[in-house]
């Protein structure tokens, strides 16, 4: 315990201070002793000496003598004493009577005669001494005395030898006995110290610590019931007033912090309803608005609903932007964990961006490496686009005049997006509070170009939840450069496609970033591209005769080489693609010449390679054949099952239907040649559908894969399973004539494909024929964007619902009528079935009722709602719970999808 520490800081100092004080004492006991002994031995010597002196003196005889030496050697400090003649060098007088009459140099191992002074020395000093230790001592004295005639005095020698051990031992256990008196005095003071340190102070202060203890996690407070008679009482006191106020102060914290959730939780309950509320009629609004459009219009009113359009996508901006930092304010702003290709944002943010970099004549750039735009990243795909967008959306809004560069760079670290523009730039002091909410760089600048101010300040919160950073560089009035870092890596190995297009092309446009991107993307297409910025240029390499298979030509340039161009195509017949870029040539659909490829630049990789594989089936369409091929399509959703089986029959196949697995097992016959199945369905699933099909013995019967489940493992589970390929929907016909040419090996005519290159330059187009080619060309190609309104999702893409169905306008209207019906109440039906998801039949149907109203609004061209439905579908697969936000989104799309459908019915009728 920390008291038990305690005690000994506080008991072991003052132990070793009365030790180190005993040893001390004891030390300085030992030299006194040691002084006290050496001046005891010289004092002794002398009063030997001087005794002696005297007696020998008075005493002439020799017996006398011996008399005198032996009561002075009596003393038990007196080893030997010695009388010694000096002409004889005979021991005359002695207290050891053997060597009386000896003469000394007879003498042998006897120190006090070995040593002793010559008689010339005593002479000059008659009195010499010598400390042999610490207790021997040998003096030697000069003593004049009467010979033995008594006629005259002789110096004679007197050697005495003191030894003083048992006078020191006396000493010494006096000064032992003293020293266990006084360690046993130490101890007994250390023990008194002891106890009263824990009586006195270590006691109350383990009292105190155990209350410390037991208060740090008790739920009221325990005050100290200890009275103290020192100042521990005032201790004491003041502790238990201290407890007494935390406690009142953590009742009103506790009382504030509830206070506090029930607000924030009321606030983000009251930002989603009115969210919803204000949206659901802005979405309306919005849609009659762009229905309107569409209607004859003069030039005044259609000023005014335009107006009311941008004034509306605005206003949802705003609402968006409110909601989203209201989220990241409480926490509650969740990230997706998806595969996701960045080719695929690039392709939505063009979509979302373009229209308003046209309407300023801003030039639009991507520059994103192929390499890159390939990569397969795992992260939050919307979320990643939504930084984007609002970076690129500021960019143009404060760009008056030039261009804005979206940019991507790959590295060891992660992945780093920007965004580049020439706009007004930012002083040092503006770039501080940048990313404050609710702060723009000044007032002027809320006022001139609006805004909320919450924009950055949401983007930075979402790369930081992504554990990212963002950063800006800027220069006032020449542009500033966002850096969006990301920890992303590539999630598998590049693997570059193939054999979507071969051989040579002929590129040609003035603006050197566009070509120069455009050149990239099909350079790792494996074309070998030959470019030019120059018209001059370009004529020369087309009278050279050199073959082309592919011709990219700037439409707004097409004067300048037409003849070249046409005289060219006579004699190679090369496929032809313009490319055009409406910010720069402000071109319209009218004048795009008909039956020949369009690309809108800047464009992504994936709009490239569709518009490639779209070429290649051009002109490989007129030599396939599908005649006597016979397919079971097994498909729960009837509208599905009719598109599906529309497309079918228009490629040439005999269809056979199977409204799930049970009865595809039993339809399943020697007459097919191939399956095309569904994956989620009642009663028997195409998972299982598969394997009882494989176990009939149909081992090499193609079987294809059609679900709207495009979750990361999907294909996975199905080629497992038994399946041989994997098609998403909505159907991409292009993608499915492929897949079936492959699985069917169908044999190919050897026939040319017609060419209309010189009629189509030649003529000037009617009405009927631009009106024929805005409806079916752009979207057949689906290379250029949707314009009506780039801020938001298609809520109904009529025109590719009806180039799914060859544009039979009447199945469509049966088909559209029909999900009218069956869907209508789909909203409240799923809100039903997740309110009581404890029950899991319940919520597998709400999974079967989501993923059937997906692809079945995918495949109708109900975008939006296409949209919302994957969300919650993505909820389900990570089994997650679906938030009140998803059903919102869910519902608000359910209604406009259901608006549009009777406004196209109705139309229809009208028609």
């Not at 007494?244 to 509830?258: D, F, G, M, V, Y």
């Not at 909203?827 to 997740?834: E, I, K, P, V, Y």
Request: with cysteine; aromatic share 6%; proline share 3%.
């Amino acid at each position: 315990m920390p008291l038990n520490r305690l005690s000994i800081k506080l008991v072991l100092p003052i132990c070793i201070i009365l030790l180190m004080f005993a040893v001390a004492m004891g030390f300085s006991s030992y030299r006194a002793t040691q002084s006290q002994v050496e001046l005891y031995l010289e004092q002794r010597q002398q009063n030997i000496f001087d005794t002696a002196n005297f007696a020998l003196d008075s005493n002439q005889s020799l017996a006398q003598q011996h008399k005198v030496l032996n009561l002075l050697a009596a003393a038990r400090d007196v080893k030997y004493i010695f009388l010694i003649e000096p002409e004889t060098q005979l021991i005359t007088v002695a207290n050891v009577y053997q060597l009386i009459g000896k003469p000394v140099t007879q003498i042998d191992n006897m120190p006090l005669l070995e040593k002793r002074p010559s008689f010339q020395s005593l002479q000059l000093n008659p009195h010499q001494s010598q400390l042999a230790d610490n207790y021997q001592h040998y003096s030697w004295h000069a003593l004049p005395l009467l010979n033995a005639k008594g006629n005259a005095y002789q110096t004679y020698l007197l050697a005495i030898h003191l030894d003083a051990k048992q006078s020191a031992s006396s000493v010494t256990q006096g000064l032992v006995d003293l020293s266990i008196l006084f360690l046993a005095s130490i101890v007994l003071v250390a023990i008194v110290s002891v106890l009263l340190l824990y009586q006195f102070v270590l006691t109350p202060l383990r009292i105190l610590g155990e209350s410390i203890q037991k208060n740090q996690t008790a739920a009221t407070p325990q005050l100290l019931q200890e009275d103290f008679a020192d100042d521990f009482n005032f201790l004491a006191k003041a502790y238990n007033k201290l407890l007494l106020t935390k406690n009142q102060q953590n009742a009103e914290l506790i009382k504030s912090a509830r206070a506090a959730d029930r607000a924030n939780a009321a606030k983000s309950q009251f930002l989603a309803t009115m969210s919803h509320e204000i949206r659901t009629p802005i979405n309306g609004i919005m849609g009659m608005l762009n229905l309107c459009l569409e209607t004859q219009l003069n030039d005044k009113q259609q000023h005014f609903v335009k107006g009311a359009l941008q004034s509306s996508e605005s206003l949802l901006h705003i609402i968006n932007d409110i909601l989203d930092y209201s989220k990241v304010e409480s926490g509650r702003l969740e990230l997706e964990k998806i595969e996701f290709g960045l080719d695929d944002i690039i392709e939505r943010l063009k979509i979302q961006v373009i229209n308003q970099a046209r309407q300023k004549s801003i030039d639009l750039y991507f520059a994103i490496p192929p390499e890159i735009a390939e990569m397969t990243y795992r992260g939050d795909p919307h979320r990643i686009g939504q930084v984007l967008l609002n970076l690129t959306s500021n960019a143009i809004k404060f760009t008056k005049q030039g261009s804005v560069t979206v940019r991507a760079v790959c590295s060891a670290n992660g992945l780093l997006l920007s965004v580049q523009d020439t706009g007004i730039g930012l002083t040092p002091e503006q770039k501080e509070n940048l990313f404050t909410p609710f702060t723009q760089a000044d007032s002027s600048t809320t006022r001139e170009y609006g805004g909320t101010g919450l924009g950055l300040a949401i983007c930075k919160n979402i790369v930081e939840q992504m554990c990212g950073g963002i950063e800006i560089h800027s220069r006032y009035k020449l542009g500033s450069t966002f850096n969006v870092f990301l920890p992303l890596m590539p999630e598998k190995p590049i693997t570059k496609p193939q054999g979507i297009a071969t051989g040579r092309a002929l590129l040609f446009e003035p603006n050197e970033q566009l070509k120069n991107a455009l050149r990239d993307q099909l350079n790792y297409l494996d074309l070998d591209v030959v470019d030019t910025e120059s018209p001059l240029v370009l004529n020369t390499l087309l009278s050279e005769k050199i073959s082309y298979q592919l011709l990219f030509i700037n439409l707004a340039c097409i004067e300048q080489c037409r003849e070249a161009l046409l005289n060219y195509q006579q004699q190679q017949n090369s496929r032809l693609i313009f490319i055009h870029n409406q910010a720069t040539t402000q071109l319209s659909e009218q004048e795009w010449p008909e039956e020949h490829s369009l690309l809108d630049l800047p464009c992504s990789l994936s709009q490239v390679k569709q518009l490639l594989h779209q070429t290649t089936e051009t002109h490989t369409q007129a030599k396939v054949s599908f005649a006597n091929k016979n397919i079971l399509l097994v498909e729960d959703n009837a509208i599905n099952a009719e598109i599906a089986k529309q497309i079918l029959l228009n490629m040439g196949f005999s269809v056979d239907w199977a409204e799930n697995g049970l009865v595809a097992c039993q339809k399943i016959n020697s007459q097919h040649d191939l399956v095309l199945m569904d994956i989620q369905m009642p009663i028997m699933d195409g998972l299982e559908a598969t394997a009882e099909i494989r176990k009939k013995g149909y081992s090499a019967l193609p079987i294809l894969a059609m679900t709207a489940n495009a979750m990361q493992g999907d294909r996975q589970k199905c080629i497992d399973a038994g399946m041989d390929d994997y098609l998403t929907k909505p159907i991409d016909m292009a993608k499915l004539r492929m897949m079936l040419q492959q699985w069917l090996k169908v044999e190919q005519i050897n026939e040319q494909a017609t060419k209309h290159t010189r009629s189509t330059l030649d003529k000037t187009p009617t009405q009927n024929s631009l009106t024929h080619t805005a409806s079916t060309q752009t979207h057949s190609a689906q290379v250029n964007p949707p314009q009506a309104n780039s801020t938001q999702s298609l809520i109904f893409d009529c025109a590719t619902a009806l180039e799914r169905l060859s544009g039979n306008s009447d199945l469509l209207k049966l088909l559209v009528q029909k999900f009218s019906e069956e869907f209508s109440k789909a909203g409240t039906t799923l809100a039903d079935l997740l309110h009581n998801s404890n029950n899991a039949d319940n919520l597998k149907q709400a999974q079967i009722l989501n993923h059937t109203l997906k692809g079945t609004a995918a495949n109708l061209g109900f975008d939006r709602l296409s949209e919302a439905c994957k969300k919650i579908d993505m909820k389900f697969k990570q089994e997650q719970a679906v938030a009140t936000e998803d059903l919102e989104q869910f519902n608000t799309a359910l209604a406009l999808s259901m608006q549009h459908a009777q406004q196209y019915i109705a139309q229809t009728e009208q028609a």
